[in-house]
């Protein structure tokens, strides 16, 4: 079965540092994998996909993610946060028939 | 982009009063939509799969009678909730995917708050 363990639940950094937010997955076959961010009272937007075409993704905003086959992780960095960065992320894993399972999330917080 | 937009965004109304979301694809045919349920400070739960033109599959624990879902169109799928009580109150979310591929990204709606007096 297909599912994915975000290891954070709360993660902060200062604006202009780095940001890492942790994710592994178990999957019995190749996974496609997302990572989503939503800000308060809001819906989920895409940052970024992974579908085996390349094992780095870049995505929107900075982000990006590296899949390693060998370690099950996913995991999401930018280079340096911004106040707007300041949100709940998710990573997810499509079980099949376009189902998703969904992290359960890790807060982002940045300080000035 | 892909634009799902889901309404109402709030909505408040008393116990055992049936209340509707609607959920539309904006520029994209979508012929399956998802429903999913979220708690305060939790993930998403998926709650069914609408199909359009055939029955929703619901996931388990979900009760179909209580959460009734119409998929009539190509851009269009509701739900509705019925006879709604306090432990109905929670934020729904919507979201729909332009093919059938796995790897399609799912675009999610902004999401309905429920709160059921």
């Known amino acids: 079965a297909q599912s994915v363990t975000q290891l954070d639940s709360h993660v902060s950094v200062s604006e202009g540092t780095p940001v890492l937010l942790r994710c592994n997955y178990s999957s019995s076959y190749s996974p496609s994998l997302f990572w989503y961010v939503q800000h308060p009272n809001k819906g989920l937007q895409l940052l970024l996909k992974?579908?085996?075409?390349?094992?780095l993704v870049k995505g929107i905003n900075g982000f990006e993610a590296e899949f390693k086959k060998s370690e099950t992780s996913f995991h999401l960095t930018k280079p340096s946060a911004h106040m707007s960065d300041a949100a709940e992320y998710f990573c997810v894993v499509n079980k099949g028939a376009q189902k998703l399972v969904f992290g359960q999330g890790t807060r982002l917080t940045i300080n000035p | 982009g892909a634009v799902v937009s889901q309404h109402p965004s709030w909505v408040i109304c008393k116990s055992g009063t049936s209340v509707k979301i609607e959920c539309r694809s904006l520029d994209f045919q979508a012929t399956t939509m998802f429903w999913y349920r979220q708690f305060p400070k939790q993930s998403l739960m998926l709650m069914a799969t609408?199909?359009?033109?055939?029955?929703?599959?619901?996931e388990q624990g979900v009760e179909k009678d209580k959460f009734l879902i119409n998929h009539a169109s190509l851009t269009l799928s509701t739900l509705t909730v019925t006879s709604a009580h306090p432990e109905d109150s929670s934020f729904y979310i919507c979201s729909a995917t332009r093919g059938a591929l796995s790897n399609q990204p799912q675009h999610f709606g902004d999401g309905t708050r429920l709160s059921i007096l």
């Open positions: 992974y579908t085996s075409a390349a094992t």
């Open positions: 609408s199909n359009e033109g055939s029955k929703a599959t619901y």
